[in-house]
């Protein structure tokens, strides 16, 4: 795969470094987007600011597939709201300029909550400001590109290895410091977990074998919070004061179905929860 030629945007963060590595371990020539570099990662950058239609201008039109990693939580909020809206828009026609496909990622929030089993034809109903401008350029995408040319595929909860920010982050610096924990919910909340490794091997897989469409790639794992502060008192054998607030969880997915990306690109999710929290503790 030597003449597959990758853009990753956003690739300088927690997730498009891992799709840069394995995608180098399958001979891609690859580059990354982003406002700075990684560390000693210089030859394949390309300094972008997703939000500047002058940037994409200077880019080259011959990449085979462009990966979107751009618009995800962020703080101030506001630059989600720009990602998602205008930042998408200089995506969308950067890709109508090129013969490049387009792979959106995306997150399981667009679909709110539901006791029913959620498949890719489940209506989306966010209940987050995030779910619903990932919610945006999901229907940006969907109004202003060929279905040919674009997939998306739609992330539960990433964790792993060196992770700056995130629930598992916040959990594990609390565990080591020995701190109280502080929820802003009522420890219901469930969510879905994947490994970073696993969502950038699906993501590396999809650019090989491009297929246009949606998919959903929740973990294997779900966990309430109430649920996670127990695990990690069993593998810690200690006791953790934790702080809830009686406010009702959101998002709350409990039957997920991913049988569509599992049976196109032929690759389940490897690693669990428990055995990578085991590992850090």
């Known amino acids: 795969m030597k003449d597959k030629k990758v853009l990753i945007i956003g690739g300088a963060g927690f997730l498009g470094k891992r799709i840069l590595h394995f995608l180098e371990e399958e001979g891609c020539n690859c580059y990354y987007a982003d406002l700075q570099p990684i560390f000693g990662l210089n030859d394949t950058y390309i300094s972008l600011n997703a939000l500047s239609n002058t940037n994409f201008s200077k880019l080259d039109t011959d990449f085979d597939v462009v990966v979107n990693l751009t618009g ?20 969308i026609n950067f890709v109508n300029l090129s013969n490049a496909k387009l792979i959106q990622v995306s997150t399981l929030s667009v679909y709110g909550s ?20 990932k919610s945006i350029s999901e229907y940006l995408l969907k109004n202003k590109l060929s279905e040919k040319k674009y997939a998306v595929i739609r992330l539960s909860n990433l964790y792993g ?5 995130g629930i598992m982050s916040y959990l594990l610096r609390s565990v080591k410091n020995n701190d109280d924990i502080f929820f802003n919910n009522d420890g219901s909340l469930k969510r879905h977990y994947l490994n970073v490794d696993d969502a950038a091997i699906m993501i590396v897989k999809m650019c090989l074998q491009f297929n246009c469409g949606t998919y959903n790639y929740p973990g294997s794992d779900l966990y309430s919070i109430k649920e996670l502060i127990s695990l990690l008192e069993e593998i810690s054998s200690k006791k953790f004061i934790v702080n809830y607030q009686n406010v009702k969880s959101w998002e709350n997915l409990e039957k997920l179905n991913s049988s569509k990306i599992i049976d196109t690109f032929k690759y389940v999710p490897q690693k669990l929860l428990k055995t990578w929290l085991t590992k850090q503790l």
């Open 72 to 91: 995800q939580v962020s703080n101030p909020s506001n630059l989600c709201l720009q990602l998602n809206t205008e930042g998408i828009n200089n995506i």
């Open 114 to 133: 539901s006791l029913q089993e959620v498949d890719e034809n489940s209506p989306l109903n966010p209940e987050t400001t995030y779910g619903s401008l």
């Open 161 to 165: 290895d060196m992770q700056p920010k």
